[in-house]
């Protein structure tokens, strides 16, 4: 992740991340970030600081809604979690929103590696609106 920190202005494309969850145990320096937690959503900030749009997977709790396992589509505010209210607390410079991809990534919970028992997660389409990034689009300053 510090490579990250000295890119030119330009942006990539699309940022596509399947991001180690939990917090980094080994306490490197990501000063240069806003959010200090975990690194699902340090990932995603580097999305929103590098990136045009993104493709992610990510656990159940860094997301704005609940749609794998569940009966329906909920994107109710009030099911935030803690950790994902601090990331939009601390990253409010950013305009982007977080949509459903619409798979049910809960068929595959006991095929993920490593996680006993599997984590819930969902697969997420990042949108950064361009009008809100400091960067140049095809030659005219957005």
Request: proline share 0%; glycine share 10%.
């Given at each position: 992740?510090?490579?990250?920190?000295n890119l030119p202005d330009q942006r990539f494309d699309l940022v596509i991340s399947n991001p180690p969850s939990g917090v980094d145990m080994n306490k490197g320096d990501y000063s240069w970030l806003n959010y200090q937690g975990h690194r699902d959503l340090k990932a995603l900030e580097i999305c929103l600081r590098y990136g045009k749009n993104g493709m992610f997977i990510l656990p159940s709790g860094s997301v704005p809604f609940k749609y794998?396992?569940?009966q329906y589509y909920d994107d109710n505010k009030e099911r935030y979690s803690q950790k994902f209210k601090k990331f939009l607390r601390e990253n409010k410079d950013f305009n982007f929103s977080m949509q459903c991809d619409g798979?049910?990534?809960s068929i595959y919970l006991e095929e993920w590696k490593n996680l006993a028992g599997g984590i819930g997660c969902e697969v997420v389409n990042v949108n950064i609106y361009l009008w809100s990034l400091d960067c140049k689009e095809d030659g005219i300053t957005v």
């Open positions: 992740m510090i490579l990250l920190k794998s396992g569940a798979i049910d990534a």
